[in-house]
T-cell receptor, first 113, second 108 residues
Framework: NAGVTQTPKFRVLKTGQSMTLLCAQD?????MYWYRQDPGMGLRLIHY???????AKGEVPDGYNVSRLKKQNFLLGLESAAPSQTSVYFC????????????FGDGTRLSIL | AQRVTQPEKLLSVFKGAPVELKCNYS??????LFWYVQYSRQRLQLLLR??SRESIKGFTADLNKGETSFHLKKPFAQEEDSAMYYC??????????FGKGTSLLVTP
C-alpha cells in the first residue's frame, strides 16, 4: 500500500517548456488535490477533483491544467512553464471532504530556469 | 472569507521547555481544524484534528471558538519535534485552507 505517489520527484525545465506531473493513489479515495508550497506562503491549492472525470479550480489555478481520467490518477500540467512556477508541488487525496484527513505525496521539486 | 493565521514563522525553544504554536482562524461556519506536520525530507502528515480530541506525540490542541484559535501545545518539547507545522481549516466544501506554517526548532 504505497498511499500517494508522485512522479517525478525532481525536474528542471526551461521557460516555455511543458510537462506533466503525475499523482497516483491506491486508497480508492474520491478526492484529490494539487498544492504548491513556497517559502513563507505555506500550501496553496491549485486544482482539485471530487471524483473521476471532475476537476475544479483552487486558489492559484492560473498557468496549470489538470485531468482526472481515472479515479486513482490526478495529473497536473504546465503548458508553458514560467520561473514563477518554480515550487514544490504536493498531491493529496482524501476519502471524503470535510473532516477527513488528507494524505500527501512526497512532493515534486520543480525548477524553471 | 475564511483565513488561517499562524503568526510565528519560526519558534525556537529548548529541549524540555513547553511549546505553543499559535493558530487563529476566521470562518463564518463551524470549523473543522487540523494540524499537519512536515519533518525534514518527509511528506506532510496529519498530526491532530480537533474532532478527535486526541493527543499525538504529546501534542494537544483545543478549539476555542470564542477566541477563534486552535493552538498546538506540548508540555515538554523534544529535539525530534523540530519540524514545520501547518494549521489547516476545512471549509464546508472540499479543500483545506492552510496557514503559512511555523518552523519549530528544539535545541538541546
Amino acid at each position: 500500500n504505497a498511499g500517494v505517489t508522485q512522479t517525478p520527484k525532481f525536474r528542471v525545465l526551461k521557460t516555455g517548456q511543458s510537462m506533466t506531473l503525475l499523482c497516483a493513489q491506491d486508497m480508492n479515495h474520491e478526492y484529490m488535490y494539487w498544492y504548491r508550497q513556497d517559502p513563507g506562503m505555506g500550501l496553496r491549492l491549485i486544482h482539485y477533483s471530487v471524483g473521476e472525470g471532475t476537476t475544479a479550480k483552487g486558489e492559484v489555478p492560473d498557468g496549470y491544467n489538470v485531468s482526472r481520467l481515472k479515479k486513482q490518477n490526478f495529473l497536473l500540467g504546465l503548458e508553458s512553464a514560467a520561473p514563477s512556477q518554480t515550487s514544490v508541488y504536493f498531491c493529496a487525496s482524501s476519502y471524503q471532504a470535510g473532516a477527513q484527513p488528507q494524505h500527501f505525496g512526497d512532493g515534486t521539486r520543480l525548477s524553471i530556469l | 472569507a475564511q483565513r488561517v493565521t499562524q503568526p510565528e514563522k519560526l519558534l525556537s525553544v529548548f529541549k524540555g521547555a513547553p511549546v505553543e504554536l499559535k493558530c487563529n482562524y476566521s470562518y463564518s461556519g463551524s470549523p473543522e481544524l487540523f494540524w499537519y506536520v512536515q519533518y525534514s525530507r518527509q511528506r506532510l502528515q496529519l498530526l491532530l484534528r480537533h474532532i478527535s480530541r486526541e493527543s499525538i506525540k504529546g501534542f494537544t490542541a483545543d478549539l476555542n471558538k470564542g477566541e477563534t484559535s486552535f493552538h498546538l501545545k506540548k508540555p515538554f518539547a523534544q529535539e525530534e519535534d523540530s519540524a514545520m507545522y501547518y494549521c489547516a481549516l476545512s471549509n464546508s466544501g472540499y479543500a483545506l485552507n492552510f496557514g503559512k506554517g511555523t518552523s519549530l526548532l528544539v535545541t538541546p
